[in-house]
């Protein structure tokens, strides 16, 4: 780990976010960039302890910092609306293809032990490149729930949020009943283009019960 590099607490909670059994999250700094508390929503499909041992394991192996368990708090609900862990899609891998202007970009994404690719071409401009980026992840969704191409990229924008940059996606989802605005987000923790495939699941992984269910 770069010892220059600073883990802030919205790249912490990103990174506990992805803890299976993990609905949300919220860390606590101290002043010289100390956990001092960790609070965790999480769904009662493990145990509580074995939780808080991932998020320890997790956060030691990412960044090289040992988590007192003793700050970790764990609440577990009956969370109706969170993804149920056979739908949830995850990154899995992004290739890359420049031929002059154009590029083609294709994204890989994993549900169980089965892959799905979408892919998107375009020109190759710093403003196009992330929808380029996006699209090829939502027509990897599309591949997933067998649907159509319904979705449509409306707006990326990249901010800077408590020290850390942070991607916001914009998505339309269209059906017979209409419009649904869908808004996901996703820390830079090193490659941008990988933060807009997450912010795009981010997007879509939270309602994907719900649009595969109409």
Do not use: W
């Amino acid at each position: 780990m770069d010892e220059k590099f600073v883990v802030s607490e919205t790249i912490l909670q990103e990174l506990i976010n992805d803890v299976e059994g993990i609905v949300s999250s919220k860390v606590k700094l101290d002043g010289n960039g100390n956990a001092i508390e960790i609070h965790a929503l999480a769904d009662k499909s493990r145990n509580a302890k074995q939780i808080v041992r991932d998020i320890q394991s997790a956060v030691m192996a990412k960044f090289g910092i040992d988590i007192d368990h003793r700050i970790i708090s764990i609440a577990q609900l009956n969370c109706d609306n969170a993804l149920p862990k056979e739908l949830r899609l995850v990154f899995k891998s992004m290739e890359q293809v420049s031929k002059g202007l154009d590029l083609e970009v294709k994204v890989t994404l994993s549900h169980r032990d089965k892959d799905y690719t979408g892919s998107c071409k375009g020109i190759n401009t710093s403003r196009n490149v992330g929808r380029i980026v996006a699209q090829s992840a939502l027509q990897a969704v599309s591949e997933f729930m067998n649907f159509g191409e319904a979705f449509i990229v409306e707006d990326i924008r990249e901010l800077k949020m408590a020290s850390s940059n942070v991607v916001n996606v914009a998505i339309t989802y269209i059906d017979r009943n209409g419009e649904q605005m869908l808004v996901g987000s996703s820390v830079v923790a090193g490659d941008t283009k990988e933060a807009i495939v997450k912010a795009t699941l981010d997007a879509v992984n939270r309602r994907i019960t719900k649009l595969m269910s109409r």
